[in-house]
């Protein structure tokens, strides 16, 4: 198993920047990918960008050029640095894991985006 534990979430306003960090534990040498995801109030889970064990990285249209992802192995832990962040932004920040078939999710933290 795979646990995970976002931070980083908070209130920005129109145009700011925020770094979201997701730390891992327990059985992380199997994980295979690791992603965020985000989920707006009233919408559907969708995702944000994607990391994989290789480094190589998927961004969803509506963030690319804005967010980054990244990671560091010795901590066990990938980022999310979003900048030049718009009131669309708004979500609860999900990170994910996949190990074989399973995924592992955190229990997320909220980006508000607002004056």
């Known amino acids: 198993q795979v646990q995970l534990v976002e931070s980083g979430g908070g209130l920005v306003q129109p145009g700011g920047s925020l770094t979201l960090s997701c730390a891992a534990s327990?059985?992380?040498?199997?994980?295979?990918?690791m992603g965020w995801f985000r989920q707006a109030p009233g919408k559907q889970r969708e995702l944000v960008a994607i990391?994989?064990?290789?480094?190589?990285?998927n961004y969803a249209d509506s963030v690319k050029g804005r967010f980054t992802i990244s990671r560091d192995r010795a901590k066990n832990t990938i980022y999310l640095q979003m900048n030049s962040l718009n009131p669309e932004d708004t979500a609860v920040y999900y990170c994910?894991?996949?190990?074989?078939?399973?995924?592992?999710w955190g229990k997320g933290t909220l980006v508000t985006v607002s004056l």
């Open positions: 990391i994989t064990r290789g480094g190589n990285t």
């Open positions: 327990g059985s992380i040498f199997s994980i295979s990918v």
């Open positions: 994910k894991s996949r190990v074989r078939d399973m995924d592992y």
